[in-house]
């Protein structure tokens, strides 16, 4: 079992900066690569960000591709994610998800994703 927990969510104006992070514990968290999700209201969950367990491997959504950047620190059991020019449209509920198998063709799927956290609201106003 690995367990996550986010924090670092918030209220941020349009133009801001937040940085999520995912404390993971539980199985060996250096095994596992890690994903960011998130749902907005009335939408579906979508893919924002993964990270291979070395950090080797790094996708993004292209929605967010050049604003956010995802790192991890396999020594503090965490993985970050740094979200810079923030706009009202990525107001949702972030997730991080663990997996221990991250390929080009299955980073984006959540079914790919075995542990979940319960997610942190971010809100960003225009």
């Known amino acids: 079992q690995v367990q996550l927990v986010e924090s670092g969510g918030g209220l941020v104006q349009a133009g801001g900066s937040l940085r999520l992070s995912c404390a993971a514990s539980?199985?060996?968290?250096?095994?596992?690569?890690m994903g960011w999700f998130r749902q907005a209201p009335g939408k579906e969950r979508e893919f924002v960000a993964a990270?291979?367990?070395?950090?080797?491997?790094?996708y993004y959504a292209d929605s967010v591709k050049g604003r956010f950047t995802i790192s991890r620190n396999n020594a503090k059991n965490t993985v970050y994610l740094q979200m810079n020019s923030l706009k009202p449209e990525d107001t949702a509920v972030y997730y991080c998800a663990a997996t221990r198998y991250l390929s080009g063709s299955n980073y984006y799927r959540e079914t790919n994703y075995n542990y979940w956290g319960q997610g942190t609201q971010v809100t960003v106003s225009s």
């Open positions: 990270i291979s367990w070395s950090g080797g491997n790094i």
């Open positions: 539980g199985r060996i968290f250096s095994s596992y690569a």
